[in-house]
Structures are given as structure tokens and as C-alpha cells.
């Protein structure tokens, strides 16, 4: 009985903790607010020539437009310092703060070939998409491109492309899996910054997600999730507490698969992940990934998962 009372005092500290965060930075972005407030009733009181011509930034930026004209080229404005051979242009469609991606006048060379031309991409938050095509046709080649931001998809759209194993470590693979540290920084910046922006139907449903994804990396069932994980694509619990050194390039490919689902990013890009699963790990798959709510883009041979997913 007395643990049960700790664990319920504790669970109720930790809500208490994250509400007093969740007051603090909205406390924030009212005195942020009222701030604007008085400077712009300054400013109009003041001399009428003091910034009358000056463009005000809070209306030409990007939260106060519905769509966003931006066009980039992968090739002219941002040189990657690896040749791959690709080149990539297209026109950002969605709003800038929107959670879905979507793509005008998409672009793919690949060594001077035409893989795609003058295409519309719309991915959106919560569907799950299949990428089907001949083998050579570039359906790596456009995963890459997307991964490497080659076309404006907008920056708060975190992404994780499988396509490499765990490197070999002295980290047990449970370990690696829930190695979090970074995605929880960055994702604690997001939200301070989320708090502090005018507070528009995208940027809310950003922020919902943020500290959504914040509490199930908090959660006292984290470890318990990354094992599920594990289990699921075939690791018994001896196998989870090995270095990762001692597995072999198909399990440590598993074991960055098993990562990236623990991850849960925005945008999850699965380049053929049954390759190195046995047919129990794929089932386990296909039904894992058929619950998958963000944006999902997986290429795969096997129709089935593809279909249901």
C-alpha cells in the first residue's frame, strides 16, 4: 500500500511539474503579447515619419501568410559538400508552420536523368504512404533528396530516414534504443519557441504534438516501450542487454529500425525495413506501422504491409 501511495505522489508531482512548465510558458507569451502591444501603441503615438516606411516583420513573416511561394534549388542555393549526383527543385505549397508537406513543381535529376518533373508531393500529418515502383526507377534517390531537406520542407518537420545500421558500441542495444537526450533538447527548444509565437491553429496543434512526444519520452514506461519495440522485431530479453557490438549488420539494421519507431519523428521514411526481419518480425511490422499517426513514406517489395499500412 505505502508504494502504491509513493508511485501515485510521484505520478501526481510529475503532472504537477509539467503544468506549472506549461503556465510558465504561457505566462511567457502573454507578457511577449502585451509587450507588442504597448511598443506598436508607442510607435503610433510617436512621430509619423519615425518607421512608417519600415517593413514590420511580425506581418511579413511567415505565420501570417496561409501559403508560403518559396522556391529552392538543392544545387544553387545549398551545396552539399557530398556529390550525389542529384538535383532537386521545388516550391513549398503548404503554410510554414503546417505539419504537412506539400510540394509544387518537384524535381528530381539524378546524374543529369529525369526521375521526376514538374511534380506535385503532398504528404499529410497523420496518412501513411507507399512508394511502389521498378527497381532503378529512384525511389531511394527521392527518399534521400526529402531527407536531406533538398526541396523546403520547413525545419520544425524533424525526420528520420532509415537507411544504415546501429553503429557497433560498447551501448547495449535497449540503451541505444532509448538514448534520448538530443531529441528531448531539441524537442524543449521547439516548445519554448512554440510558446513565444502567435498562437495560430497550426502553431497550437504543433505544440499539442511537442509535449505529447515529450511526455512518452518522459514516461515512467519508456524503458518498457523500447523493449516492446525490440521484442516485436525479434530481440529476447538476453539479446537486448548485448553491445551492439557483438550483433551482426542485420541486427544492428534492426536495431536502428527499432529506434527510429521509438523516435516517433514527424516524418518517418522506411527504405526497404523488411530486408533483415524474418517473416514474425515482419507481421509485427506491418501491424506496428499501420497504427503509425504522423506522416509515414516506406518503400518496400512487400505489397501486403504497403496495402494495410
Known amino acids: 500500500m505505502a508504494g502504491d501511495r509513493d508511485a501515485r505522489q510521484k505520478a501526481a508531482e510529475k503532472e504537477a511539474a509539467k503544468a506549472a512548465k ?102 499529410n500529418y497523420g496518412r501513411r504512404y507507399g512508394l511502389l515502383g521498378l527497381n532503378g526507377c529512384g525511389k531511394s534517390c527521392m527518399l534521400q533528396a526529402l531527407a536531406n531537406r533538398e526541396v523546403p520542407i520547413p525545419e520544425h518537420i524533424d525526420m528520420y530516414l532509415l537507411d544504415k545500421e546501429m553503429p557497433a558500441s560498447d551501448k547495449v542495444a535497449l540503451h541505444a534504443v532509448m538514448e534520448v537526450d538530443q531529441e528531448k533538447v531539441r524537442l524543449e527548444a521547439e516548445a519554448e519557441e512554440l510558446a513565444e509565437a502567435e498562437m495560430t491553429p497550426e502553431v497550437e496543434a504543433r505544440l499539442a504534438d511537442v509535449y505529447e512526444r515529450l511526455d512518452a519520452l518522459d514516461s515512467d514506461t519508456t524503458e518498457a516501450r523500447a523493449a516492446s519495440i525490440l521484442h516485436g522485431l525479434g530481440f529476447d530479453k538476453e539479446m537486448q542487454h548485448k553491445k551492439t557490438r557483438e550483433f551482426s549488420g542485420g541486427w544492428r539494421m534492426r536495431i536502428a529500425l527499432a529506434r527510429a519507431l521509438f523516435l516517433e519523428p514527424t516524418f518517418l521514411l522506411l527504405d526497404e525495413p523488411t530486408n533483415h526481419l524474418d517473416l514474425e518480425a515482419c507481421v509485427w511490422l506491418e501491424d506496428y506501422l499501420s497504427k503509425f499517426k504522423r506522416i509515414l513514406l516506406m518503400v518496400s517489395h512487400r505489397w501486403l504491409p504497403l496495402l494495410r499500412a
Open 22 to 123: 506549461r503556465a510558465e510558458q504561457k505566462a511567457k507569451r502573454a507578457a511577449k503579447e502585451a509587450a507588442k502591444a504597448d511598443k506598436k501603441g508607442s510607435v503610433n503615438g510617436g512621430d509619423d515619419t519615425s518607421d512608417q516606411d519600415q517593413p514590420n516583420d511580425t506581418e511579413n513573416g511567415s505565420l501570417s501568410h496561409s501559403v508560403s511561394q518559396v522556391s529552392l534549388s538543392k544545387s544553387d542555393n545549398q551545396p552539399c559538400e557530398e556529390d550525389h549526383g542529384r538535383s532537386t527543385t521545388g516550391v513549398l505549397a503548404s503554410h510554414p508552420q503546417s505539419r504537412d508537406i506539400q510540394i509544387d513543381s518537384f524535381t528530381l535529376l539524378f546524374h543529369g536523368h529525369e526521375l521526376l518533373a514538374d511534380t506535385r508531393l503532398e504528404l
